[in-house]
């Protein structure tokens, strides 16, 4: 019988991550590296070691609204101190992602500016220091319609594609999938949430034996955001 097996490992991080940090550097330290390897990133680290890190005073609820609307290219729905806002790279998600867990008293981490340059950055660095065929997803935490709780998704990837396209192949029953499209970066982005703790400290998440089929061109900008003309409630 073959067996498909998925392997996740992670490693608390010992440092504070900061404008500059160097963050292939800490993943080759603390990760052996193989062939066909992906390798989730929060977003928090993506954003601090970038530089998107801004000062907020905690009392002032006029200056973060303007700081949301700053950050949204259009305000969805809003009940008291939470808006539902599309943020300028197309993600529906709470406050622009705007977060203010795990950084200093009084700053706040911003969305990466673009989160897909972000990880094919990373991963051309990655690439440079290994030689091996490799993925980046950098994730974040959203909620979901309609649904309690909240799950770690994808919003930056490289050397992965996003989207396994079904449609037109065939069930073990022969009949032909119509509309079957697996969002493969997100199903990476909340297995390797399973293993990370929001205060341990576990930023980097290998993840081991995904199908390298998957490995590939593409980006959540391009092929897991939907745009306007195929959804119904925007």
């Given at each position: 019988?073959?067996?498909?097996r998925?392997?996740l490992?992670t490693?608390?991080?010992?440092?504070e991550i900061?404008?500059?940090?160097?963050?292939?550097a800490l993943?080759?330290?603390?990760?052996?590296?193989?062939?066909?390897?992906?390798?989730?990133?929060?977003?928090?680290?993506?954003?601090?070691a970038?530089?998107?890190?801004?000062?907020?005073?905690?009392d002032d609820?006029?200056?973060?609204?303007?700081?949301?609307?700053?950050e949204?290219r259009?305000i969805?729905?809003?009940?008291?101190?939470?808006?539902?806002t599309?943020?300028?790279?197309g993600?529906?998600?709470a406050?622009?992602?705007?977060?203010?867990?795990?950084?200093?008293?009084?700053t706040?981490?911003?969305?990466?500016?673009?989160?897909?340059?972000?990880?094919?950055?990373?991963?051309?660095q990655?690439q440079?220091?290994?030689?091996?065929?490799?993925?980046?997803?950098?994730?974040?935490?959203?909620?979901?319609?309609?649904?309690?709780?909240?799950?770690d998704?994808?919003i930056?990837?490289?050397?992965l594609?996003p989207?396994a396209?079904l449609?037109?192949?065939?069930?073990?029953n022969?009949?032909?999938l119509?509309?079957?499209?697996?969002?493969?970066?997100d199903?990476?982005?909340?297995?390797?949430?399973?293993?990370?703790?929001?205060?341990?400290?576990?930023?980097?998440?290998?993840v081991?034996?995904?199908?390298?089929?998957?490995l590939?061109h593409g980006?959540i900008?391009?092929?897991?955001?939907?745009?306007?003309?195929f959804?119904l409630?925007?």
């Amino acid at each position: 019988m073959n067996q498909l097996r998925l392997q996740l490992f992670t490693n608390p991080l010992d440092e504070e991550i900061v404008e500059g940090t160097d963050l292939a550097a800490l993943i080759v330290r603390d990760f052996e590296l193989a062939d066909g390897d992906i390798i989730v990133v929060t977003q928090k680290v993506i954003s601090k070691a970038e530089g998107q890190v801004v000062s907020v005073d905690d009392d002032d609820q006029e200056s973060f609204d303007a700081l949301v609307r700053s950050e949204s290219r259009r305000i969805l729905r809003r009940r008291g101190t939470l808006a539902i806002t599309e943020t300028h790279h197309g993600f529906v998600c709470a406050n622009a992602g705007i977060d203010r867990s795990n950084t200093d008293p009084g700053t706040v981490t911003l969305l990466p500016v673009d989160p897909d340059r972000s990880a094919l950055r990373l991963l051309h660095q990655l690439q440079y220091r290994t030689g091996l065929q490799l993925g980046v997803v950098i994730t974040d935490t959203f909620g979901r319609t309609w649904r309690s709780g909240v799950t770690d998704v994808a919003i930056g990837v490289a050397g992965l594609q996003p989207i396994a396209d079904l449609r037109g192949t065939r069930d073990h029953n022969g009949m032909t999938l119509q509309a079957t499209e697996i969002c493969i970066a997100d199903e990476i982005a909340g297995a390797a949430d399973l293993i990370k703790r929001k205060d341990g400290r576990t930023p980097f998440v290998l993840v081991r034996g995904v199908d390298r089929s998957h490995l590939g061109h593409g980006s959540i900008g391009a092929d897991v955001v939907r745009g306007y003309d195929f959804d119904l409630f925007r």
